[in-house]
């Protein structure tokens, strides 16, 4: 099927009706009619019907070669310099609709699923079926314009544990308890799910450990599951939406993206959708080898340069409201912003200049320039009034 649009992707996440909890209470109704969720799916809806407007289509989508649709173009596993353009043009024109301000927009999700996508072989070497799985669910993922969440962090207090009298283990730290002919059954919880009830499904990744690594470690895994399966629970953190206004809460009413503790209880992961289990070693390596932190780095660079431009222009027409054009002091500090926002255009177009192919055939940009971005954008851009530094992250 081609690139959804904006009516397909509320619907999608009304009918799918997944268990999410609010302050204490259970969310009933339609999640697009919800104070907490209805500005952000609005805002997310935007998106997704730019890919069928002619002035964006072809900078959006790409034709499949699989189907012939039209599918997202933050799929496409770059191989040349120019597709890699093209990626950047596409992440960079929905980070000026959201204005840098959705840190978990579709272009991030799509992005890591294409990196482990190209890398899927590797997981061949624990079980050839887990790697199948991976490109099928790629594929799942871009013919059907698929909103992805993640989940990657186990909570704090996971990694402590208390033994009883006989020597058990006790831990809430996710695992697997069990498996049978149709998959297996996970157990536990799981932090950071951003958008993770405005998705329709989620990733699941929790990092293998680095020390004294297992073959068969129970809390190691990495699946792909609908966000409404039976057993998952979804825990939201305080809502920051102020109210609808777009005009008195310009931001929160449209880009707060709720945070979740997502909760599973023996919740059934079919066989189809496992992609590592059990191996500390091939987690990490597959974490790593895939090259995900430099491709997920790309579209990052992009919301930056996106929100920067945002902020420069409040603080233009503010200087222009104000009528402080002519002070030094002033001129000084906007071009300070403004050598910034230069700056990280410049870094995003070197992690291009030098991009090579990786082992896997990709067009990787160059890994130092993306990561110099993200130290130098928390760094650097904040207003500094003398007294007290006001950082705009």
């Not at 509320?10 to 259970?26: F, H, S, T």
């Not at 499949?64 to 890699?84: A, I, M, N, R, Y």
């Amino acid at each position: 099927m081609p690139v959804k649009n904006g009516k397909q992707y509320i619907d999608q996440i009304n009918n799918a009706k997944p268990n999410v909890w609010l302050r204490g209470e259970q969310v009933t109704g339609m999640l697009s009619e919800h104070k907490a969720f209805r500005g952000l799916m609005s805002t997310q809806a935007d998106l997704y019907e730019m890919q069928l407007k002619d002035e964006f289509k072809d900078k959006l989508t790409y034709t499949s070669p699989e189907t012939g649709d039209s599918v997202g173009l933050s799929f496409l596993q770059p191989k040349t310099k120019e597709e890699l353009e093209k990626r950047r043009i596409m992440m960079s024109v929905w980070g000026q609709k959201h204005h840098g301000l959705l840190g978990r927009s579709p272009d991030y999700m799509n992005t890591a699923m294409m990196a482990y996508y190209a890398a899927a072989d590797l997981l061949a070497e624990n079980n050839p079926q887990f790697a199948e799985n991976m490109k099928n669910y790629y594929h799942y993922c871009l013919e059907h314009d698929i909103t992805l969440s993640h989940a990657f962090i186990q909570p704090h207090a996971s990694r402590y544990s208390d033994i009883e009298e006989d020597g058990t283990i006790i831990s809430c730290a996710a695992k697997v308890v069990d498996q049978d002919k149709d998959g297996i059954i996970v157990t536990g919880a799981f932090l950071l799910a951003t958008q993770g009830v405005t998705a329709d499904e989620i990733l699941v990744y929790p990092p293998g450990s680095f020390y004294m690594q297992e073959e068969d470690n129970p809390n190691t895994f990495a699946f792909a599951v609908p966000n409404n399966l039976p057993g998952i629970k979804w825990i939201c953190r305080e809502s920051l939406v102020g109210g609808d206004s777009t005009f008195d809460y310009p931001l929160s009413s449209q880009f707060e993206e709720m945070d979740t503790l997502v909760i599973f209880d023996e919740v059934k992961v079919p066989w189809d959708r496992v992609f590592i289990l059990g191996s500390d070693s091939m987690s990490t390596r597959y974490f790593a080898e895939s090259n995900f932190h430099v491709h997920a780095a790309h579209p990052v660079v992009c919301r930056y340069v996106a929100k920067t431009e945002f902020v420069l222009s409040i603080i233009l027409n503010m200087v222009e409201s104000l009528d402080k054009g002519t002070y030094p002091l002033v001129k000084e500090q906007v071009t300070e912003v403004i050598v910034n926002l230069e700056t990280l255009k410049a870094l995003l177009l070197a992690s291009e200049a030098g991009a090579s192919i990786d082992r896997w055939g990709s067009m990787l940009p160059d890994g130092t320039t993306p990561m110099d971005s993200k130290q130098y954008f928390p760094q650097n851009l904040s207003a500094n009034d003398g007294n007290h530094t006001v950082n705009w992250r």
